[in-house]
């Protein structure tokens, strides 16, 4: 009987010592919502990246045209709000990738997921 009781109280604050951590690290004791909190930075980043070099490009084409084209100067208008929009594009990207994905498969991920250097 006192061996169950033990048992009991050993299961139930390692689980509070889980949820505790997982919350202040994470801000989620999910296993999606720990991968998220892990790739939310450099998703952010990537996105960011992405949209900086397409509107380089464009920026590229409108000074060989002297920026007298309208479509370039279109162009550079939209790529201007898709670097503003970037962080909640890269959100929706990466929440519709992990809807995706089963908790257990989050677990592995957020166990095993390293940003590229």
Same mark, same amino acid.
């Given at each position: 009987?006192?061996?169950?009781?033990?048992?009991?109280?050993i =299961?139930l604050l /390692?689980?509070g010592?889980y =949820?505790?951590?997982? +919350? &202040?690290f994470?801000g989620?004791?999910?296993p999606?919502? #720990?991968?998220?909190?892990?790739?939310? @930075? &450099?998703?952010?980043?990537?996105?960011r990246e992405?949209?900086?070099? =397409?509107e380089?490009?464009?920026s %590229?084409?409108?000074? %060989?045209?002297?920026f007298?084209?309208?479509e #370039?100067l279109?162009?550079?208008?939209?790529?201007?709000?898709? #670097?503003?929009?970037? @962080?909640?594009?890269?959100?929706r990207?990466?929440? %519709?990738?992990l809807?995706?994905?089963?908790p257990?498969?989050c /677990? +592995?991920?957020a166990i095993?997921?390293?940003p @590229?250097?």
């Open positions: 009987m006192r061996l169950a009781k033990f048992t009991t109280l =299961i /390692a689980l010592l =949820i505790g951590l997982t +919350l &202040y994470f989620s004791s999910r999606c919502g #720990i991968l998220e909190a892990r790739m939310k @930075p &450099y998703r952010i980043k990537l996105e992405a949209a900086f070099n =397409i380089r490009k464009h %590229q084409e409108g000074e %060989q045209v002297k007298r084209d309208p #370039i279109k162009l550079l208008e939209e790529d201007r709000k898709r #670097i503003e929009e970037a @962080p909640e594009a890269a959100m990207k990466l929440h %519709q990738e809807s995706e994905l089963t257990v498969e /677990a +592995l991920k095993s997921w390293r @590229p250097a």
